[in-house]
DNA sequence: CGAAGATACGGAGCACCGCTCCGGTCGTCA
DNA sequence: TGACGACCGGAGCGGTGCTCCGTATCTTCG
């Protein structure tokens, strides 16, 4: 049974915000030009503004699944392999990086989030972060990582990372190099194909 | 003797413009309104493009100074001590980061700088890219960093460190513990205060 | 010293942006 | 079917980057 909304013409015209927004953000990035959005929706701006009141509004209606998809595969590394923790805390670290990276500007918009609890992309980014502090905690807690880190500055070292690449071009493999760093960094023994010293 | 321009009006105006744009940066970053750079100098928009025909050649007449002291830090730690090349590159990086956090917005000025090679501010990034990559070669050739990683990769984490750390308020300490990760991820051998391995 | 010529100045103007606000339309329910 | 109220659309405001040209100013030469 789908959300039955009073009127039927406010369930359409979001749904076709929606698609617009999906289609612009992907072609122009989180700072896509709202107007295009509304036009791209065949809608008056005024239309756009009632659906969602802020830009933030908008990418968290669009970006709600995903990071949705982000917590879950936290919760699922933490139940499924008993050991590894390192390893799961890391596979994890790669997802968000890659997630991070799905829109022009997603970065941004990430980091500003966190930082501005009156946000409407607070709350999905603040779950993720609580998502993956557990996984931070039982690799800590094993010891094979840094423990004077904590989930904030762990993130912020992924999220700057994406933001870098993106710059860059958005290179996948050098995301992989940049990662790989910093798994380095944050690992108390080197686990990744890292020159040893002899 | 200072260079003797055609009229002394340019010269002026140019200095007023240069003024402007530093104050404006340093309120708005590098973002700032062009327009309220020209308010600032009491000189209309049109004396202003003339100047400077992009942000970025603006952007360079300010920064330059900046990045000849960044090259010149580089070449100073490259010749004084001969021994501790880790500690000599790593000291640089901080240097660099300190740099690329002076103006809101700068780490993305730089990034766009080193991508775009026909951008005014290219030459200044680019020199001072090179002048650490000698830095980096010392450290790797003696066996302390690893020989995996290549400049660019290294300028890429810490501009993309640098941009989080921005935009999350730019604390220094934030700023120091994250370079802390990269450094550890950078080296053959730990060197700062990060957990042993007993 | 004064006038001619070159050169730089200023800002109006264009197309865009985010965002507000209100008159008219249209769906819904009695 | 009619009335009501929620919803829509877009004009409008103040801002942006950038261009272009009539005009004022500086310099140089007679």
Chains 1, 2 share one sequence.
Do not use: K
Request: net charge negative; aromatic share 4%.
């Amino acid at each position: 049974m789908p959300e039955t909304t009073a009127r039927a013409d406010v369930r359409r015209n979001r749904e076709r915000l929606l698609a617009a927004a999906r289609e612009a953000i992907a072609a122009d990035g989180t700072e896509a030009s709202l107007r295009d959005i509304a036009r791209r929706a065949e809608v008056g701006i005024g239309t756009l503004y009632r659906h969602f009141p802020t830009r933030e509004a908008l990418l968290e209606a669009i970006l709600d699944t995903n990071f949705d998809m982000l917590r879950e595969r936290a919760d699922q590394l933490l139940d499924s392999p008993p050991g590894a923790p390192l390893e799961a805390f890391l596979t994890w670290l790669a997802d968000v990086a890659a997630g991070a990276r799905t829109y022009q500007g997603l970065p941004h918009s990430i980091m500003a989030a966190l930082a501005d609890e009156t946000s409407e992309l607070h709350g999905s980014c603040a779950a993720m972060r609580a998502s993956g502090g557990q996984l931070l905690r039982r690799a800590q807690e094993a010891g094979q990582v840094r423990a004077d880190v904590n989930v904030y500055e762990v993130i912020t070292i992924v999220i700057g990372l994406a933001w870098a690449v993106q710059q860059d071009g958005g290179s996948p493999e050098l995301m992989a190099r940049l990662l790989d760093v910093a798994a380095y960094g944050l690992a108390v023994q080197p686990v990744v194909a890292a020159p040893q010293v002899t």
